[in-house]
């Protein structure tokens, strides 16, 4: 039997520990897991985005509920077996040719601006995450992506939003990219 005084200790902590559990389910409350064991890749996605089918496209696409316009998609492209993303090139290179070939291509009416790159190591595995700004005829738009290269594939991960949006949720998408693992 505890002392009074341990006992009331013993409480607290117990207090403190299912408060401090409590914060860090929260914090990935909004959040749900989308896994494809089939394709090797799996990442994290807002509550309230579903999933759509495309034809001849990204291998995934979600986008939000209320504003279709919000969307997180995973395109697989084939490399070399034997490549690496560095041989590839540099973050700023592989993010300069993704915007060329993918996300602003000649002829799209887009221009996009490569704001940031940077490597990270997850694991064994090497990933850019790169941040454009994109200039579509109406609109400004926000891109995060999150590239990297598993059993002979290219994945690239794109979070898309509108400016108008971009400062209230631009933590919650890098969360999405950062989330991005390949195996």
Partial sequence: ??????????TLC????????????AAGAGFKSYVNTASGYEFLYPNGWLEI???????????????QAENVSVVISP??????????????????KLSKNAIAPEGSGREAEL????????????????????????????????VAISRGQLFTLNVSISDNLWQKSHQQLEQVAKSFSVY
Avoid: W
């Fill in 1 to 10: 039997m505890l002392k009074p005084g341990l006992k009331q200790i013993f």
């Fill in 14 to 25: 117990l207090v403190l520990l299912s408060l401090s559990l409590s914060s860090c389910v």
């Fill in 53 to 67: 089918k495309v034809s001849d496209g990204p291998d995934v696409v979600f986008h939000d509920m209320i504003d």
């Fill in 79 to 96: 490399v070399p077996q034997d490549k690496t993303l560095s041989d590839i090139g540099t973050p700023s290179e592989v993010g300069y």
């Fill in 115 to 146: 704001i940031n790159a940077e490597a990270r190591e997850l694991g064994e595995k090497t990933y850019y995450l790169l941040e454009y700004e994109v200039k579509l005829p109406n609109q400004i738009r926000h891109d995060l992506a999150s």
